[in-house]
């Protein structure tokens, strides 16, 4: 669990709202929290990967935006997918692996801004 990651994800929510000029959607940011939540500080046990989102878009419909139905190309995968886009173009998340239709995602990546630790 990324409970570091959960803070900084915050942090740079309200970043986004203070600095930039321009906060994150309040679903955007739901989506960053509970990402940053799903990831690990530290690498795992396993070899697992710090900071990398590995769940699904499933799951962020579920835990995020409290969608109850899962079908790709729907209502809750669109929502996501939307979300995901408007996290990568303010650069708080960026692919970092691919497996198949599975898409993992590297939480806030550096960015040289204050509240990078």
Known sequence: MGARLVTEAL????????VE???????A???LVVMA?????NEGRNGQPARTYF?????LA????DYRE???????HKAV???????????LIRVSKKFGRLTGYEVLPPRGHPYDT
């Open 29 to 31: 940011r739901m989506v």
């Open 62 to 65: 579920l835990m995020a935006l």
């Open 81 to 91: 997918m939307r979300c995901i886009s408007e996290l990568q173009e303010r650069g």
């Open 70 to 76: 899962w079908v790709r190309g729907g209502a809750s």
């Open 11 to 18: 942090a740079a929510a309200r970043w986004c709202a203070l």
């Open 55 to 59: 769940a699904g878009w499933e799951y």
């Open 37 to 41: 939540h799903r990831a690990l500080d």
């Open 21 to 27: 000029g321009r906060p994150l959607t309040g679903r």
